[in-house]
T-cell receptor, first 112, second 113 residues
């Protein structure tokens, strides 16, 4: 089945540790996105990528890093510099120039 | 103040009721996206709109570009419609690359049997 997978669904880390969230898509989409969702707030864009080996900061990129070595993969690293990392993280993809984005199931990160 | 405002933030109704969720935005847009987020967190696309009205099953989405407003309607609501409904907009002038969207805060809908 075509779609976007994110793993794991739940992730627990100790404060001060870096953690990498996985996102894989087999939709052959060029564009991929990472969002953060906090209770009562809209999704906020962390990073996005339009092409392999290129990515752009979104609205809240501080404390995060990404890579895009393959078209189908766009992992997000939450670094120890992120002040409040506990949140729900969603990955999405789309065709270039099209507004409709397809979302993965999300990863809920809790930093203890 | 959020540039995309949804109302109400929470809505509880009885099964069978007609539901309306509203989305207002501040400046011109080129497209608006209605999404549904299930209790487990997964998000699915419902509608893409740039003008007029679209219908899919019991769901109807309308947009009024002049008034900068869109509505999502659910007819004959059912408990399985319980979810968070999110609107997102692309501002006018968007490029042909990756599309940066601005999201509303969501409307939590609960349909009681």
């Amino acid at each position: 089945d075509g779609g976007i997978t994110q793993s794991p669904k739940y992730l627990f880390r100790k404060e001060g540790q870096n953690v990498t969230l996985s996102c894989e898509q087999n939709l052959n989409h060029d564009a991929m996105y990472w969002y953060r969702q906090d209770p009562g707030q809209g999704l906020r864009l962390i990073y996005y990528s339009q092409i392999v080996n290129d990515f752009q900061k979104g609205d809240i990129a501080e404390g995060y890093s990404v890579s895009r070595e393959k078209k189908e993969s766009f992992p997000l690293t939450v670094t120890s510099a992120q002040k409040n990392p506990t949140a729900f993280y969603l990955c999405a993809s789309s065709n270039l120039g099209l507004v409709e984005q397809f979302f993965g199931p999300g990863t809920r990160l809790t930093v203890l | 103040k959020n540039e995309v405002e949804q109302s109400p933030q929470n809505l509880t109704a009885q099964e069978g009721e007609f539901i309306t969720i509203n989305c207002s935005y501040s400046v011109g847009i080129s497209a608006l996206h209605w999404l549904q987020q299930h209790p487990g967190g997964g998000i699915v696309s419902l509608f893409m709109l740039s003008s007029g009205k679209k219908k899919h099953g019991r769901l109807i989405a309308t947009i009024n570009i002049q008034e900068k407003h869109s509505s999502l309607h659910i007819t004959a609501s059912h408990p399985r419609d319980s979810a968070v409904y999110i609107c997102a907009v692309r501002w006018r002038g968007g490029n042909q690359g990756a599309q940066k969207l601005v999201f509303g805060q969501g409307t939590r809908l609960t349909i009681n049997p």
